[in-house]
């Protein structure tokens, strides 16, 4: 006889459609499904013979939220593949790119996504009378981040101007001494915002799971690394199938992953957990204040990692910038041939780590491709997560434990489109 049941349709404030099942027996073990209901997207199916130069500008479509992600991961698998090596401006201006990628679904995920649970709303809507302030704020850094990625990539969604070996246009340095005065003065805003989320002390789920993260000797995890747990695991970005193993599940349109045969996670948890110590000075200084312990443990404090994460991305766009300007700004390609090979690639998007691989032939084109992403990384995590969330649900009412466990899957910040993947034969 099950204690309880919980039949979640669908998954509220995330992006795409999922279902989350829960039940609960007498001295069983609870089922959990975390049931990917999105129509399946079959990029890497339809990529195949598409031209190498095509490549970052399809992928990117996979997502209207972390396309810049999907670009500038499809760029690097690219040129790994034919052995381009761009020049130093075009990797500055790619993790500007990818900078702005972050901050601008950090912010949505925060404040419109995360923090009406906090607060008692249903939505950002019902947030209004009491919290106008931070809604405003809310907006002024999602469109500071949109901004940020309109002036590298030529627009704030699918971007243009990156391409295979370089950029077809660049800003102009009084675009970006005016993109960094506007960074500098979101700092304020960005520590308010790290304020705020610091506050909300429950709920918590302490539970000891490995965490990964694209770990670089010098940079924070951004554009490029080997593949790092918190346990000590490291392998190179293009030995990814050495570490993370995929498996199918009868009720998901998504491939769910395992490191070492268990669960992990990846995003903002995984990357302070794996490089605190590469966090800028400013965030760290806002990490020690609002009292966050690293590594962290509890899921639910994604969302404090989220909001330390965006003030770091301004610390370090910031220095960029400055880098940049000192430097003669042009459009710049460098030149290449085309090669069969094949090329992988992890770089750090908004939800964690993002992996992409192609194959070619020597015309160039596409003979197969594999893309992993940060959400089909967590699924099995956020199952395992449920099961040991099960004794609370009990103690709680039918609705608060539904919202107690949309709150868990939503500390995660999953992107259900990015994910899908796969498709059930029969």
Do not use: W
């Amino acid at each position: 006889m099950a204690l309880a049941k919980f039949d979640i349709h669908h998954i509220a404030r995330v992006e795409g459609h999922g279902d989350l099942f829960v039940e609960l027996k007498e001295g069983k073990e609870p089922r959990v499904e975390m049931r990917i209901t999105e129509g399946t997207r079959l990029f890497e199916a339809f990529l195949r013979d598409h031209g190498h130069n095509e490549v970052s500008h399809i992928m990117s479509r996979i997502c209207g939220i972390c396309s810049h992600s999907h670009a500038i991961a499809a760029l690097r698998a690219v040129e790994a593949a034919m052995q381009i090596e761009p020049h130093l401006q075009t990797h500055q201006l790619r993790k500007l790119q990818l900078i702005g990628d972050n901050l601008a679904s950090h912010a949505l995920h925060i404040n419109f996504l995360a923090l009406p649970d906090y607060v008692g709303a249903r939505n950002v809507i019902e947030m209004l009378p009491k919290y106008q302030e931070e809604v405003q704020r809310a907006l002024r850094l999602k469109k500071l981040a949109n901004d940020l990625m309109e002036l590298i990539g030529g627009r704030h969604t699918h971007a243009l101007c990156a391409v295979v070996g370089g950029y077809t246009h660049v800003p102009t340095s009084s675009q970006l001494q005016s993109m960094r005065k506007r960074l500098q003065e979101a700092i304020p805003d960005a520590e308010a915002q790290i304020e705020l989320m610091g506050m909300f002390a429950e709920p918590k789920l302490v539970r000891r799971s490995q965490y990964l993260a694209v770990k670089h000797a010098k940079d924070y995890p951004l554009y490029e690394g080997d593949l790092v747990t918190d346990k000590g695991l490291r392998v190179p970005e293009s030995e990814y199938t050495s570490l993370i193993k995929e498996r199918n599940v009868p009720y998901a349109h998504a491939k769910f992953s395992e490191v070492e045969g268990k669960p992990f996670v990846v995003g903002s948890l995984g990357r302070l957990n794996v490089a605190k110590d590469q966090l800028s000075d400013n965030a760290k200084r806002m990490t020690k204040k609002v009292g966050l312990k690293l590594p962290s443990y509890d899921i639910f404090q994604m969302n404090l990692g989220q909001a330390i994460e965006y003030l770091h991305y301004l610390d370090q766009s910031i220095e960029i910038i400055d880098d940049l300007l000192t430097q003669n700004l042009h459009a710049d390609i460098v030149d290449y041939k085309t090669r069969s090979g094949s090329g992988a690639v992890a770089v750090e998007a908004p939800r964690g780590v993002l992996v992409h691989e192609y194959r070619f032939n020597a015309r160039g084109r596409v003979l197969a491709a594999d893309v992993i992403t940060p959400t089909a990384m967590n699924y099995s995590n956020i199952e395992a997560d449920v099961r040991s969330l099960s004794p609370v649900l009990q103690e709680l009412s039918k609705d608060e434990a539904e919202l107690r466990l949309n709150m868990l899957i939503r500390a995660y910040d999953p992107c259900i489109s990015c994910s899908v993947h796969f498709v059930r034969t029969a």
